[in-house]
């Protein structure tokens, strides 16, 4: 058994074109672990030829046999398989439960509504909870009548779960619904209803979040309430902000000066100044962002040191300042980090570049043109911190897009010819799939409330500004 599991595994890693016919003819062995083994590399292969065995696999008479279908159906992402993973949702073992739950969340067909809420009151708290995210991500309006109800879920995972769903759908009594989970009595909760009211940028949450805060005990929720608070963008929030730059807790700190940065709080420049050097290396970092949208040109010479910090995310912070806040003069320095080791210095680098309009750093670009990297991979957690906070970076997937942009500032500045053809040949290279998707755009780009351009769009961006007086 061993054995024959052990070679599973081989064909699962190799994923060649013979393995896929292999893992079939093992979804009929007779051992169910086996079986299981197969279903599982399936999915994890997204061999689509195989949905038809795999929803034969989920009448498995071995419950783990069942859910692994289940979860391979779901990775497929083939909404013909909507009605048996359905007829799964009544499956006697709550884990199948579950991951059908989860596989309909993958497939998003909004036609599983009524199949999903019907197991809301699942005796099951994680068969509940994987419907309420499943419910979320469909964003039907027939379900907030039943996550309104879950919020009063004896199991915090799912009232957590249903106050994030209805943050996503977006009711129009949303704070209402919010406002009194922020003293919820379990940690989870407590963020989520903050984080709620700051995504939907819940201007009547303002106060409460004010009030919540003297309150607030625990540091893992501390910086969910002030990230909030910068995301509403109500000026009344700066005075409580600026009691927290200073805080005990690190991450508290990183969050107070990154609301004072999104509310462009002048405030926010005297303390940010100061923590330029603080110990913590999150906290120069979230410091020299913030300088970036507060301070003043005059603020380079404290923002270059920074450039030769150890760590990565002062390193980004500083890059990101010097861009906005248009130092010219800095480019030079900049220029070297186009090789940084750290995708976040990368990208942070291509955009202020680009900002600063530094034509000398053309070539530098065009060999990141090169070697694009349109494709998105997986969030890279770097660093975690205080329990409610991980910071996570997919820079390398935004890279290729940064660059695109950039180069189309230096042409649209300069008319470049070099550019333009350079410009041309990588748009040749994409499907119009790709061109059009969303660009995805550095930090400062993303505007909340705004949907980004097509990468298509960004790419005209390259194209001469029209003589004036042209038709």
């Not at 024959?4 to 079939?24: C, H, K, N, Q």
């Not at 940064?402 to 290279?429: F, M, N, S, T, Y």
């Amino acid at each position: 058994m061993a054995e024959r599991l052990r070679e599973i595994r081989d064909w699962i890693a190799r994923g060649g074109d013979d393995e896929p016919y292999r893992l079939m003819e093992r979804l009929d062995d007779d051992e169910s672990l086996l079986r299981q083994a197969a279903a599982w590399g399936l999915g994890q292969l997204k061999v689509h030829r195989s949905r038809a065995a795999l929803e034969r696999a989920l009448r498995d008479p071995e419950s783990g046999v069942r859910r692994s279908a289940a979860g391979a159906l779901g990775a497929l992402g083939d909404r013909r398989s909507r009605l048996v993973l359905e007829a799964a949702l009544q499956d006697p073992n709550a884990r199948v439960r579950e991951q059908a739950a989860w596989a309909l969340w993958a497939l998003a067909d909004d036609r599983s509504e009524s199949a999903l809420l019907a197991c809301m009151d699942d005796d099951d708290p994680a068969v509940r909870w994987s419907v309420a995210v499943a419910l979320g991500r469909l964003g039907c309006p027939g379900c907030i009548d039943a996550l309104r109800l879950a919020r009063g879920d004896p199991n915090d995972r799912v009232r957590r779960e249903a106050l994030l769903a209805l943050a996503h759908l977006h009711p129009p009594d949303l704070g209402e619904l919010l406002h009194p989970f922020l003293a919820d009595p379990a940690v989870r909760v407590r963020i989520a209803a903050a984080v709620g009211l700051g995504e939907r940028r819940v201007r009547e949450g303002v106060p409460w979040l004010l009030e919540r805060l003297p309150k607030e005990t625990d540091a893992r929720v501390l910086p969910s309430l002030l990230v909030a608070l910068g995301r509403i963008g109500d000026p009344t929030a700066v005075p409580a902000l600026l009691g927290f730059v200073s805080h005990r807790t690190s991450w508290a700190r990183v969050c107070a000066l990154h609301a004072l940065g999104d509310l462009n709080a002048p405030e926010g420049a005297a303390p940010a100044r100061e923590h330029l050097s603080d110990p913590v290396w999150s906290v120069r970092g979230a410091a020299a962002e913030c300088l970036g949208g507060v301070g003043v040109p005059a603020d380079a010479d404290l923002l270059l040191p920074l450039l030769q910090d150890r760590q990565m995310w002062p390193r980004r912070g500083a890059i990101y300042a010097l861009g906005r806040l248009g130092v010219v003069d800095a480019a030079p320095r900049l220029r070297v980090h186009l090789g940084d080791p750290e995708p976040e210095v990368r990208l942070a680098t291509i955009w202020s570049l680009g900002h600063l309009g530094d034509v000398a750093s053309r070539d530098g670009l065009l060999q990141l043109l090169d070697a694009p990297e349109s494709r998105v991979g997986e969030l890279v957690t770097f660093a975690e911190g205080d329990g409610a906070i991980s910071l996570r970076s997919d820079a390398h997937d935004r890279i290729f897009d940064a660059v695109v942009q950039a180069l189309g500032r230096l042409d649209r500045a300069h008319h470049d010819p070099v550019i333009e053809k350079a410009l041309a040949r990588a748009r040749r290279r994409l499907s119009a799939k790709e061109l059009g998707r969303p660009a995805r755009l550095p930090a400062p780009e993303i505007q909340r409330g705004r949907e980004p351009p097509t990468l298509a769009e960004l790419f005209e961006i390259g194209r001469p500004l029209p003589s004036p007086g042209a038709a």
